[in-house]
């Protein structure tokens, strides 16, 4: 079975407050994007593959994690191979290695004939990582707590999306404890961007996009993604924020001649650039 495994957007980020898990409360929303990874699953030796050697085909890697965890949830299903032929940058704050457990979780509930309901899914995915249960549904979404409670919203007006992943990778766990909640000064407004959901008003979400991550990089990370933000305010993109944990950032266009431009303009300086579209959710 091939099944795709969309990247993620976050076309806010928000940190709400540090729990005593030691996890922080968030409030995002989520936006699914074309640029996919390809996974195919086939009954095996529970093998997995990819084209990155350096990726970890072991127990650490998230597709692995994923069948064994609907193993453990449903009592369901033998070992499978998995073939991951990545497309979506690694480390990269659009949830690759999420996407890919979210794929999995979706194709053995084919494959085992479990029937089990998409918000199912989701509760075994974020034992997985808290990406996952928002990979499961895709599409736009806002997404609370760690990251599992989801609530769907009216999608993203389709639009094109230009991604750019600088030459240099952030650990998430740092990154969070640079955060000093109560010293945030700049937030997205996350409800502006709902409402404009509503709408239907791209450029209302556009412009109203935000994550607060963007304020705690170090000066000369936090200096290359206001550059690359910049190409692509030039080139006509309607907003432009980090993705996640970073480094990734996006612009979305309405015109597609403008994300071109953008994309050709980014490509002479970077090499990990993508021209992908809006997708929408799977409910
Ligand atoms: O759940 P996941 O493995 O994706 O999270 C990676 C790390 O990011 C966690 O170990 C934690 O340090 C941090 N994190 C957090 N709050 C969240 C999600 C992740 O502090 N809501």
């Given at each position: 079975m091939n099944v795709l495994a969309y990247a993620k957007l976050n076309l806010t980020l928000d940190i709400l407050r540090r729990r005593e898990d030691g996890y922080h409360d968030l409030q995002m929303v989520m936006e699914s994007i074309s640029l996919a990874d390809t996974l195919t699953i086939a009954n095996g030796e529970g093998e997995v593959s990819t084209?990155?050697?350096?990726?970890?085909?072991?127990?650490?890697?998230l597709a692995q994690m994923a069948a064994a965890a609907f193993r453990e949830a449903?009592?369901?299903?033998g070992a499978v191979n998995i073939a991951i032929e990545k497309a979506i940058p690694v480390?990269?704050?659009?949830a690759g290695g999420s996407a890919d457990a979210a794929a999995v979780l979706r194709a053995m509930n084919q494959l085992t004939g479990a029937g089990l309901s998409l918000e199912a899914l989701a509760d075994i995915g974020q034992r997985v990582g808290s990406d996952v249960p928002y990979c499961v549904l895709g599409g736009t979404a806002l997404a609370e707590g760690r990251g599992e409670r989801l609530t769907l919203l009216p999608p993203l007006p389709h639009c094109h999306v230009v991604v750019c992943k600088p030459p240099f990778s952030i650990s998430t766990p740092w990154l969070f404890s640079q955060v000093k909640v109560h010293k945030i000064v700049r937030r997205p407004d996350t409800a502006g961007v709902m409402e404009a959901l509503e709408k239907g008003d791209l450029a209302g979400v556009a412009r109203r996009m935000y994550n607060v991550f963007e304020d705690v990089l170090e000066p000369r990370h936090m200096a290359t993604i206001a550059a690359i933000k910049a190409v692509l305010i030039n080139c006509g993109a309607l907003g432009a924020s980090m993705s996640g944990s970073g480094p990734s950032v996006f612009g979305l266009f309405a015109s597609e001649q403008d994300a071109k431009r953008a994309y050709r303009r980014l490509l002479e300086q970077y090499q990990s650039v993508f021209l992908c579209q809006t997708v929408d959710g799977l409910v």
């Open positions: 084209n990155l050697r350096y990726l970890p085909t072991d127990r650490r890697n449903t009592g369901l299903g480390c990269a704050g659009l």
